[in-house]
């Protein structure tokens, strides 16, 4: 119904109101990956892939309305799972002045900090496309937000439910069983039928920005159950509830923020808390240079049951964030994420720079150190032990 509502409404409106030019845009990339640990169980060091992604936009009513589409393709080497599409964006926006409407297929990103982003929960990650789990898939829902001198309102209703993607048996990094989503289970009696809502307030007191939120529905993370007769891993998504709140502090150079959760209704397991709080100290022309050096800092923590425990229980995150300030936007990020019980360690990294107003290149890596595999109890990150990555990815924008 809302794909049909924002279709007719963009016809209405644009018969009665003055039309714009449609305006296309888009990218196109080629990226290469070297698996640093050897061929690993899909036996091979290195993959490649390309995808397109396109971006159609149309204004009209004097910029208060907006259609907005924007389709992605990936192709891969290895993986067919992989290889697929999506539409990430089919959208009709509406601006009045005390409210805005979004009607279609969008993506909303909730959170402030750097190591996880616990209340964004609307949109389904897309897990075949990066390690670091922030591609998403696109989310029908309907959304109007009011903007009063108290804040900003939001409501979301989301009808369909979007299930997460997984690589194949031919996939890097790969889970120990492959993930059949044709065998997928809900909580729900609706399965991906069922209407989800949430609804988020936001508002900025001087320094501090204070956002407070909740979701009712799907939850988006799945529980992965053993089928010993089929040898597979089945999903199983649980109906729940998510209260969050995100905080944002500036003070001088000086960035303080949180995230904290409380989720409830999945009957395998009780009520859950994580946090993540941390801060941001930049320091502007450093080495007396044009650079600026930003030092990250933040601890994660859970308290899940050691079923369900994700590999961030209680860990420290540190790391820093080079800005070069110059025409080609030059960036360089680089972190560790420290379990101090285990000494499990994550080293990621990751750089980009603008060549001329149309190429970009990224280097991204992402290395495990000192994981525990043995068997008993390995730890939750023993699967990716062996999958140290580089990646190389050249970005062409049109």
Same mark, same amino acid.
């Given at each position: 119904?809302?794909?049909?509502?924002?279709?007719?409404?963009?016809?209405?409106?644009?018969?009665?109101?003055?039309?714009?030019?449609?305006?296309?845009?888009?990218?196109?990339?080629?990226?290469?990956?070297?698996?640093?640990?050897?061929?690993?169980?899909?036996?091979?060091?290195?993959?490649?892939?390309?995808?397109?992604?396109?971006?159609?936009?149309?204004?009209?009513?004097?910029?208060?309305?907006?259609?907005?589409?924007?389709?992605?393709?990936?192709?891969?080497?290895?993986?067919?799972?992989?290889?697929?599409?999506?539409?990430?964006?089919?959208?009709?926006?509406?601006?009045?002045?005390?409210?805005?409407?979004?009607?279609?297929?969008?993506?909303?990103?909730?959170?402030?900090?750097?190591?996880?982003?616990?209340?964004?929960?609307?949109?389904?990650?897309?897990?075949?496309?990066?390690?670091?789990?922030?591609?998403?898939?696109?989310?029908?829902?309907?959304?109007?937000?009011?903007?009063? +001198?108290? $804040?900003?309102?939001?409501? @979301? &209703?989301?009808?369909?439910?979007? %299930? =997460?993607?997984?690589?194949?048996?031919?996939?890097?990094?790969?889970?120990?069983?492959?993930?059949?989503?044709?065998?997928?289970?809900?909580?729900?009696?609706?399965?991906?039928?069922?209407?989800?809502?949430?609804?988020?307030?936001?508002?900025?007191?001087?320094?501090?920005?204070?956002?407070?939120?909740?979701?009712?529905?799907?939850?988006?993370?799945?529980?992965?159950?053993?089928?010993?007769?089929?040898?597979?891993?089945?999903?199983?998504?649980?109906?729940?509830?998510?209260?969050?709140?995100?905080?944002?502090?500036?003070?001088?150079?000086?960035?303080?923020?949180?995230?904290?959760?409380?989720?409830?209704?999945?009957?395998?397991?009780?009520?859950?808390?994580?946090?993540?709080?941390?801060?941001?100290?930049?320091?502007?022309?450093?080495?007396?240079?044009?650079? +600026?050096? $930003?030092?990250?800092?933040? @601890? &994660?923590?859970?308290?899940?049951? %050691? =079923?369900?425990?994700?590999?961030?229980?209680?860990?420290?995150?540190?790391?820093?964030?080079?800005?070069?300030?110059?025409?080609?936007?030059?960036?360089?990020?680089?972190?560790?994420?420290?379990?101090?019980?285990?000494?499990?360690?994550?080293?990621?990294?990751?750089?980009?720079?603008?060549?001329?107003?149309?190429?970009?290149?990224?280097?991204?890596?992402?290395?495990?150190?000192?994981?525990?595999?043995?068997?008993?109890?390995?730890?939750?990150?023993?699967?990716?032990?062996?999958?140290?990555?580089?990646?190389?990815?050249?970005?062409?924008?049109?």
């Amino acid at each position: 119904m809302g794909f049909r509502l924002a279709t007719v409404g963009t016809a209405l409106l644009a018969c009665s109101m003055p039309v714009t030019a449609w305006e296309w845009r888009g990218e196109a990339g080629l990226e290469g990956r070297y698996f640093t640990a050897g061929p690993g169980a899909a036996d091979y060091w290195h993959n490649g892939s390309a995808y397109l992604q396109g971006q159609l936009l149309h204004e009209w009513n004097d910029r208060r309305d907006l259609f907005t589409f924007t389709p992605f393709y990936r192709i891969d080497e290895n993986d067919d799972q992989r290889t697929h599409g999506d539409i990430r964006e089919l959208m009709w926006i509406h601006v009045a002045d005390q409210w805005e409407s979004r009607i279609g297929i969008g993506k909303v990103f909730w959170g402030v900090t750097e190591g996880r982003h616990l209340v964004d929960i609307i949109n389904q990650t897309d897990a075949v496309e990066q390690q670091d789990m922030e591609s998403k898939l696109g989310q029908p829902m309907i959304n109007l937000s009011v903007v009063r +001198d108290w $804040g900003t309102l939001d409501f @979301y &209703l989301l009808p369909g439910f979007r %299930e =997460r993607t997984y690589g194949g048996v031919d996939g890097r990094p790969s889970l120990p069983l492959p993930v059949e989503s044709d065998a997928a289970r809900y909580a729900s009696s609706a399965e991906d039928k069922r209407i989800d809502g949430a609804v988020r307030w936001q508002q900025m007191f001087g320094s501090l920005q204070i956002a407070l939120s909740h979701f009712s529905g799907t939850g988006r993370e799945p529980l992965l159950f053993v089928n010993l007769f089929e040898f597979q891993f089945e999903p199983y998504y649980p109906v729940i509830e998510q209260s969050g709140m995100e905080l944002q502090y500036l003070l001088g150079g000086w960035l303080f923020k949180a995230e904290a959760i409380r989720r409830s209704g999945n009957r395998f397991e009780r009520a859950m808390h994580a946090a993540d709080v941390g801060f941001e100290f930049t320091q502007p022309g450093v080495f007396g240079s044009g650079l +600026d050096l $930003g030092w990250i800092a933040e @601890y &994660l923590w859970e308290d899940r049951d %050691e =079923r369900f425990v994700s590999p961030f229980a209680s860990d420290v995150l540190v790391g820093n964030r080079l800005t070069f300030n110059d025409i080609a936007s030059t960036e360089l990020l680089w972190g560790l994420i420290w379990d101090p019980d285990s000494g499990d360690r994550i080293y990621t990294l990751e750089s980009s720079r603008r060549f001329g107003s149309q190429w970009r290149a990224t280097l991204e890596g992402q290395f495990y150190s000192r994981i525990d595999a043995s068997p008993g109890v390995p730890s939750p990150l023993s699967v990716f032990a062996d999958e140290d990555m580089i990646q190389l990815e050249v970005i062409r924008y049109f």
